[in-house]
């Protein structure tokens, strides 16, 4: 893809950017560092959404560019919000949680484009099927490390993908970023061609 100004991406998440480059999209990384925390009454969405935007702008504000691409992915199971697990006691609480049950993964992105002042957002919702996992399943996955960076303490595309029975919608939002809905706004905003 042909880009038509500077892209940034507003995240130090390996996976969105390896995500970005499988779609040749030339970007650089600047990691947003802000305050993730849910606010009182909000619902699921709209705290994707919101910190989406923050990461966007809060990039923007201290960096040249003219495309800043934030996002926060969420897994939602019975109204908790599950970021990333504070610990291995953490993790297991939420694995245990999942197992057996149908979940969301919910990204919220956002676009901003400083030229124009346009900006390009949306929350994209995937449900994901578990199977009942056995307790030595989960000791031996928390055991591997990867719960730690991962929303609901799991990898769809790593050691936990067996897990999973089913999806229902963007695999890569599961990942970390809808690339299908993410490349549209980039080229609706003119940013790719």
Do not use: W
Not at 15 to 29: H, K, M, N, T, W
Request: charge should be negative; charged fraction near 25%.
């Amino acid at each position: 893809m042909t880009e038509t100004g500077a892209i940034i991406l507003a995240s130090a998440s390996p996976r969105r950017v390896d995500l970005l480059l499988s779609a040749g999209i030339e970007f650089q990384v600047r990691p947003a560092d802000i305050d993730e925390t849910c606010l009182q009454g909000e619902k699921p969405e709209i705290h994707a959404l919101r910190l989406s935007r923050e990461k966007a702008r809060h990039v923007a504000s201290s960096h040249p560019g003219r495309f800043f691409i934030g996002a926060d992915t969420i897994v939602v199971c019975d109204g908790e919000i599950m970021g990333k697990p504070a610990d291995a006691a953490d993790a297991e609480r939420m694995l245990r949680k999942l197992s057996g049950r149908v979940h969301e993964v919910i990204t919220g992105f956002c676009i901003l484009d400083l030229e124009t002042g346009r900006e390009a957002a949306e929350a994209v919702t995937t449900r994901v099927y578990f199977k009942k996992l056995l307790p030595q399943e989960i000791q031996a996955y928390i055991a591997t490390g990867c719960p730690f960076d991962k929303a609901g303490a799991y990898a769809i595309q790593g050691n936990a993908a067996y897990m999973i029975r089913k999806i229902e919608g963007s695999y890569t939002n599961v990942v970390g970023l809808p690339l299908c809905e993410v490349v549209e706004a980039l080229r609706g905003l003119g940013a790719v061609r």
